[in-house]
Nanobody, 123 residues
């Protein structure tokens, strides 16, 4: 099994910054794409940012220029630096990883989710 543990959420005033971290552990052969999603009350979960193993990234239009996703492959960790935060960024943020595992001579891939971390931006 694979576990994703997020940290770094909290309460911040508009215009402030937060840095989220997500560390993957467990039965991991390699990690392909990693990403951050968020879900605000009454809304669907949406992709915020993603980064592939080669380092290419993509962002939701609403966060471009304010958020930066990065990863440390030696630590199986993905980060989300969030600057110029707005009240509309308030949500539970979830980490997601596409993990390749190896067992009994076979490679297989699964998607895993973290438990979520609350980000609240006050106006």
């Amino acid at each position: 099994q694979v576990q994703l543990v997020e940290s770094g959420g909290g309460l911040v005033q508009a215009g402030g910054s937060l840095r989220l971290s997500c560390a993957a552990s467990g039965s991991i052969f390699s990690i392909n794409a990693m990403g951050w999603y968020r879900q605000a009350p009454g809304k669907q979960r949406e992709l915020v940012a993603a980064i592939r193993s080669g380092g290419s990234t993509n962002y939701a239009d609403s966060v471009k220029g304010r958020f930066t996703i990065s990863r440390d492959n030696t630590k199986n960790t993905v980060y989300l630096q969030m600057n110029s935060l707005k009240p509309e960024d308030t949500a539970v943020y979830y980490c997601n990883a596409n993990v390749t595992q190896y067992s009994d001579g076979y490679y297989y891939s699964n998607y895993y989710w973290g438990q979520g971390t609350q980000v609240t931006v006050s106006s």
